[in-house]
């Protein structure tokens, strides 16, 4: 026996029983219409809370900001930065500040003041992993993740492999900063490099974005 809604489907008129299948399929097709809706609704506003979600602007890294002397940064940091036995020059940069120990979602990294050669003024912030290399990768997510709930969707994002090994890239591109999650390991050795950067953003790339 087939009950529709306490009745025998089997007993109805061909013509009543008929009306109520097409009766049942309307309903159901209309159920399915309105989850789909609402999918898409949740979608859009999961969208939209994502862009809300990101900042206008980042003004530096933490409570630095670019142009700070080292003093400014030993006393805006104090407690927490350290001096080198002596300066490191990387390019243009210099490194006389560090943090020695930064912990960010539970792993540990040292942070490096990157000062401008010619002004002697705080142009670039370079966080590096401390550990094994073979965390790089785990920690390369971890971070991504943060970096994702704190500031939204990168504004470019890259994952390429030329044959020499894997090249993740993601960069946040605001007015003033431009963060930059950086990963690549070798298939020819066991080198691995995570670096993630903050830099005064220039103007050219600010405006292709």
Known sequence: ??????????????????????????????????AIVALAGIIVFSSH??????????????????????????STFEGRVEKFPQSEKYEAWYVNLWIRSLDI?????ELLFQMDE?????KGILISPKGEEGTFLRKFKSLEQLLLGKYGSPSYKENVDHG?????VRSWIFPTTTIRLYYYKSNLSDIALLRLSYRPTKAEDYDNI
């Open 105 to 109: 979602g539970g792993n540990q990294y």
């Open 118 to 122: 010619k002004t002697r003024q705080l």
């Open 164 to 168: 020499f090994g894997p090249n993740f």
């Open 49 to 74: 809370l994502s862009v809300l979600a990101r900042p206008k602007d980042v003004e530096g890294w933490n409570k630095a900001r670019w142009g700070m002397t080292e003093a400014q940064i030993e």
């Open 1 to 34: 026996m087939i009950l529709l809604n306490g009745q025998n489907i089997l007993s109805m008129n061909p013509l009543r029983k008929r009306k109520r299948l097409n009766n049942m399929r309307n309903n159901q097709s209309k159920k399915w219409k309105l």
